[in-house]
């Protein structure tokens, strides 16, 4: 029998069905991995570096997808903002992964080279230095938890009797739809402001 055309495994298949096995279970093992291929659980370990190595194949995966033209939009603010939306529209796609890769260290090349490029942006504008991972940081907070805000059911709060919580229940009401959107961009804004104080002291 001649070889297949198209080879049975690969990084890119890895990466695939560990980032569906996280979609669906909020986990993965290499041999659930190897089950889900139908293939060894050794052949797996021939094309990654054991879990850490398909960790980072997910996250260069997932970051894939953040627009890092964002980071050249000309002043810092803007760029920051711009990229902080496209982060959590892309981990928003994978919100079940996100608490793996907020426990594993960054590794990835590729995605490195998007924290290169927020740090010269953020060196450019005129932030001190022992300022600027700190804003970093701090906006990947944001947005990583916003991204999970985006993968939680509209109405987070339940309330089986208004009268024990009026005031609650009044301030649920006037919530507008889209209310994950919107408290996503008033505390970037937020942040940013808070960033430029930052910058001035700088």
Excluded at 121 to 133: Q, S, T
Excluded at 156 to 181: I, K
């Amino acid at each position: 029998m001649g070889r297949p055309r198209t080879p049975l495994l690969d990084r890119e298949r890895i990466t695939s069905t560990a980032l569906q096995l996280v979609a669906e279970q909020g986990e993965f093992s290499v041999p659930g991995i190897a089950r889900r291929l139908g293939v060894q659980t050794a052949s797996v370990y021939h094309h990654v570096d054991g879990r850490d190595g398909i960790v980072e194949l997910m996250r260069e995966r997932v970051c894939s997808a953040i627009d890092a033209s964002t980071l050249d939009l000309g002043t810092w603010d803007a760029s920051l903002a711009a990229w902080a939306r496209s982060y959590r529209a892309a981990f928003a796609a994978h919100p079940r992964v996100i608490p793996l890769l907020m426990t594993s260290p960054v590794r990835a090349p590729k995605v490195l080279e998007q924290y290169e490029q927020a740090v010269g942006v953020l060196l450019g504008a005129g932030f001190a230095l022992e300022d600027v991972m700190g804003v970093i940081i701090a906006l990947e907070n944001l947005v990583l938890g916003s991204a999970l805000d985006l993968a939680a059911p509209e109405a987070m709060w339940e309330l089986p009797d208004e009268t024990a919580t009026p005031q609650l229940a009044r301030a649920l009401a006037a919530v507008a739809p889209g209310r994950a959107d919107a408290a996503f961009e008033l505390a970037l804004a937020g942040c940013i402001a808070h960033f430029r104080g930052l910058l001035a002291a700088a």
